[in-house]
């Protein structure tokens, strides 16, 4: 896979400055009764720009993601005017398929996160995570950023990522309203 593009790179991680400052995705998914949408924290991007969301397994959205790999996240920050976009597949893991990686991203759960994956909050294991406990990492096919402009948003930058063979093609895009 290859690296994340310059542009979207320098807006995840300059101006929304993360991993410092925590970002919160609207992320999408698709049942078989349509769209669902919900907010979830961002917990890491590779340097490929993978994006990785931590779940239970008993949600709605692991369920969508079960029957229908496809998500699509949108992260928008007022302060900077710009909206990001991201389409792809999902991998998802749990402490069967990949317990090394489950277990390094539990690690990082706060306790009080950690105690609604036990019935018991005196069972929690603070190294090992439960079985219950999810990695959904998107794998991007395409990006897109949208830088606005406030005073004239007809004038705003709106760029598409599409990944092909040899990388990341850019393609502009006219801002309609």
């Known amino acids: 896979m290859m690296e994340i593009p310059s542009r979207i790179k320098t807006y995840l991680y300059t101006i929304l400055q993360f991993p410092l400052q925590k970002i919160s ?19 890491d991007i590779h340097v490929n720009g993978e994006l990785v969301f ?14 229908n790999q496809k998500m699509v996240v949108l992260i ?5 005017s710009v909206q990001i976009l991201c389409k792809g597949k999902v991998f998802l893991d749990t402490v069967v ?4 990686k489950v277990n390094h991203y539990w690690g990082n759960v706060r306790l009080s996160v950690k105690k609604v994956f036990y019935e018991n909050p005196a069972l929690i294991d603070s190294t090992n995570a439960p079985s219950n406990f ?5 794998i991007p096919a395409y990006w897109e950023i949208l830088e606005v ?29």
Not at 25 to 43: E, F, I, N, W, Y
Not at 76 to 80: E, S, Y
Not at 162 to 168: E, F, H, I, M, T
């Open 54 to 67: 931590l779940t239970n397994l008993i949600t709605q959205k692991w369920k969508d993601l079960s029957l």
């Open 76 to 80: 928008f920050d007022q302060a900077a």
């Open 149 to 177: 402009n406030s005073k004239d948003y007809a004038s705003s930058l709106k760029l598409g990522y599409v990944l092909g063979k040899n990388g990341w093609t850019e393609n502009e895009y006219q801002v309609k309203s």
């Open 25 to 43: 995705a609207q992320v999408a998914t698709q049942s078989k009764d349509g769209p669902h949408l919900r907010t979830m924290k961002l917990v």
């Open 97 to 100: 398929s990949q317990s090394e």
């Open 134 to 138: 999810g990695v959904i990492t998107l």
